[in-house]
């Protein structure tokens, strides 16, 4: 039978700050509170109003939240424990559905931790004797899973480099966007950089800084604000393994998500077909296809060619990442994961300007991917189920 504890609690405030590759006159804290504020404004309530709090700083994950209590006046208050992102915001419903807290802020930001710019980010670089010592980084694990659909599926770089341009396209109609005003052509993808075989430079997330946070609460104390709530549809979190230590085996990882995928589909009585913006998350370009085949939207590789021919981009069957994703919008500390709802909220209240979906009722949010061995997901939609 579907799941119906959470279609009561909504999404009320969604909000970003200044995103930038740079923010010099930022701190972690002081980017994480500009969003927090943002987010609380955005729902139309007062400070007084929060109950609830999963706040973090940085790329940790749910550490420090007590500062983030004595920040909001020291009350009696929810503490939530989950990383950020999707597990995060799960969280915050399932406390409010359980009767544990009524209105919830998750938050994250990050300013002024990657200073050594000539070399990767720091958290790319796993100190850990097992992976550093060959070299296994991020954008090598995800290398890994997407050689090996290639060799299984003769997926091919012109299916990576339509992923890359329409998502770094829709960023750059994207105002906010760290990259807006720029449009990435296919070739533009295939011609830049190789960093590890087969993702070129372009077909890699960036980094940034900035901040993001939202506001839940119940669907009934939703109806006295000046806001269109946001139903939590359904959502799962499927993990293989520890992200970024152990190694990213196809057999182990390929179809990570599937479970999660499922858990949340089932959740609402929906599926692919009934999805409306795809707000996938996008550290590497295959990682889209591969997502795209583990959701049940096509079949094992057939992802590749699935694709193509306009269907990821606005006006197509699926679009993806529509506010320009890590690649294009912004990537800052585990905010990112956070933007992803966030992004998905905004299309589905229709304030997605230039980028809008035209009758968006149901986005499929998405944390994490083959290379890191776990996928979460949540559905949003503008009507409970």
Not at 18 to 26: A, F, P, T
Not at 155 to 163: G, Q
Not at 343 to 361: C, F, M
């Amino acid at each position: 039978m579907p799941r119906k504890d959470l279609h009561d609690v909504v999404i009320v405030g969604a909000y970003n700050t200044v995103q930038s590759r740079y923010l010099n006159e930022h701190s972690s804290f002081s980017i994480t509170l500009d969003a927090v504020k943002g987010a609380i404004a955005d729902a139309g309530l007062q400070v007084s109003d929060i109950d609830g709090v999963n706040v973090s700083t940085g790329t940790g994950g749910g550490g420090g939240q007590r500062q983030w209590v004595h920040q909001l006046g020291g009350r009696p208050t929810w503490v939530g424990v989950a990383n950020m992102g999707i597990p995060a915001v799960l969280q915050a419903a399932a406390a409010i559905a359980a009767g544990y807290a009524n209105t919830v802020v998750v938050g994250n930001g990050q300013a002024g931790a990657y200073t050594e710019r000539a070399s990767t980010a720091p958290w790319t670089r796993p100190s850990n004797e097992f992976v550093e010592c060959f070299g296994l980084y991020t954008a090598a694990e995800f290398a890994l899973i997407a050689q090996r659909h290639m060799h299984m599926y003769d997926t091919k770089p012109e299916h990576l480099a339509e992923v890359a341009s329409a998502i770094r396209t829709h960023g750059g109609m994207n105002p906010d966007a760290v990259y807006t005003g720029r449009v990435i052509t296919p070739d533009d993808v295939l011609n830049s950089a190789m960093i590890a075989d087969p993702f070129h430079l372009l077909d890699c997330a960036m980094t940034s800084e900035g901040g993001a946070a939202m506001v839940l609460t119940t669907a009934e104390r939703a109806r006295d604000l000046d806001v269109t709530p946001i139903h939590i549809l359904g959502g799962g979190l499927d993990s293989r393994g520890q992200a970024y230590v152990a190694g990213p085996l196809w057999h182990v990882t390929g179809d990570v998500g599937s479970y999660s995928s499922r858990q949340a589909f089932e959740a609402c009585g929906l599926g692919p077909s009934d999805i409306d913006v795809c707000e996938f998350y996008d550290p590497f370009s295959f990682e889209i296809i591969r997502q795209f085949e583990t959701y049940g939207f096509c079949g094992p590789g057939e992802g590749g060619p699935f694709v193509m021919d306009g269907r990821i981009r606005v006006g197509g069957e699926f679009p993806v990442c529509t506010d320009g994703g890590t690649m294009s919008f912004a990537h800052p500390g585990t905010a990112q994961l956070l933007q992803k709802v966030i992004s998905g909220t905004k299309q589905l209240r229709g304030e997605a300007g230039n980028r809008q979906v035209e009758g968006a009722e149901v986005a499929m949010c998405t944390n994490g991917g083959a290379g890191a061995l776990f996928t979460d997901v949540v559905l949003l939609g503008r009507e409970a189920p």
